[in-house]
């Protein structure tokens, strides 16, 4: 059952899907003959921009967004070299 948002820093209660984001994860491999363990977590509409999920191993680790550039900055990072007259 989702009690509150997954990002360990946040403890927004969770209430209504429409104040987040919902993702499925299947953390671990099952072994041949068990079930797929299918889990739901919850991230705030606060936390869901800037944090996203990650499974690894059996574990689900909240973890920054890696941010793109905008495109205004990925012009300042493209200077172009000019020969000295």
């Known amino acids: 059952m989702l009690v509150k948002c997954a990002n360990p820093s946040c403890s927004k209660p969770f209430r209504y899907l429409r104040d987040g984001q919902l993702f499925r994860l ?15 977590f919850w991230l705030c509409k606060e936390c869901s921009p800037t944090v996203t999920l990650q499974v690894e191993g059996d574990k689900v680790i909240a973890r920054p967004v890696r941010r793109e550039p905008k495109r205004s900055e990925q012009a300042e990072g493209n200077l172009r070299l000019r020969p000295a007259s």
């Open 26 to 40: 299947e953390p671990a491999q099952p072994s041949r003959g068990s079930f797929q363990r299918i889990e739901w």
